[in-house]
Structures are given as structure tokens and as C-alpha cells.
């Protein structure tokens, strides 16, 4: 889904006339999701094939480590070629 797809902080959404209503502010912990008529539950993605799963958000210190990671491994990359 695009940015700016739904509006963060709910809203009216309508499926070509037929089936519309008002939501409530999108859930934006990365635990949690939006029902359309039951509230909060938590975020299980499913595919067209009935396969689920749920979406895990990395913590704010493994990403910090993956950046250091990528930059030193750049800068070997660029020694190794000399």
C-alpha cells in the first residue's frame, strides 16, 4: 500500500459506493492492526493461499547495528580493492 494510502489519524473510506465507513486511527506500534468493524487485533498478514504469518518489528539497536555493519563492511570493500 502506498504512503499516504489511508490517513494515520482515521478517517472515511469507501469501496466504490458499495461498501463504506468511517476507521480510526491506523495502529502504528508494529504489533497491532485495524479491523474493520472489531477493533485492534494483533497484525496477521495472510496471502491469497490462507498462509499467515505476523510482521516483527526490529528493535531501534539491531538496525543501529546493521548500519555500522553495512558501513565497515563498505569501507573493507574499498581497503580490499586497492
Do not use: K
Not at 7 to 19: L, V
Not at 32 to 60: I, K
Amino acid at each position: 500500500m502506498p504512503a499516504g494510502f489511508l490517513f494515520s489519524g482515521g478517517g472515511m473510506i469507501s469501496f466504490f459506493g458499495q461498501n463504506s465507513g468511517a476507521y480510526q486511527a491506523l495502529r502504528t506500534d508494529g504489533v497491532l492492526s485495524r479491523n474493520w468493524g472489531d477493533g485492534d487485533a494483533v497484525n496477521s498478514p495472510q496471502n491469497f493461499a490462507g498462509q499467515s504469518g505476523v510482521v516483527a518489528v526490529p528493535e531501534p539497536g539491531s538496525l543501529a547495528f546493521l548500519g555500522v555493519s553495512a558501513i565497515g563492511l563498505c569501507f573493507w570493500l574499498r581497503w580490499r580493492s586497492r
